[in-house]
């Protein structure tokens, strides 16, 4: 099991490990937009090792037309990936600390 940031970036570190398998794709994203932690199937599902998507902005991965569901609680949302984008859906929901917000991306069942 691979983590993505160092103990004093994630509060409760332990708390993500059940996340880092998940089947859809997870990330942590702080107050200012950045992913602060993702796991491998979002890592899949944008075609960039997960790692890498650390520090990048989540509404900067997006459709210009699909930024707005970014910065609220999720919608349908195109992801760009290195084919052009995958259809999915994004759910987001804050985090009890106030330090930013979860995001599941699941794909549309047509872009598999």
Not at 33 to 48: D, H, P, S, T, Y
Not at 65 to 85: I, K, L, S
Request: aromatic share 6%.
């Amino acid at each position: 099991m691979s983590h993505y940031m160092e103990p004093a970036d994630v509060p409760y570190r332990d708390g993500w490990a059940p996340l880092d398998g998940a089947s859809v794709g997870c990330a942590r994203v702080g107050t200012d937009g950045r992913i602060a932690w993702a796991n491998e199937a979002l890592g899949k599902m944008i075609g960039q090792p997960a790692g890498v998507l650390r520090k990048r902005h989540l509404v900067d991965l997006v459709h210009p037309d699909d930024q707005d569901v970014v910065e609220g609680t999720g919608g349908p949302v195109r992801f760009a990936n290195g084919n052009g984008h995958v259809a999915a859906a994004m759910y987001a929901a804050p985090l009890p600390d106030g330090a930013g917000r979860i995001v599941l991306i699941e794909p549309a069942p047509d872009s598999d």
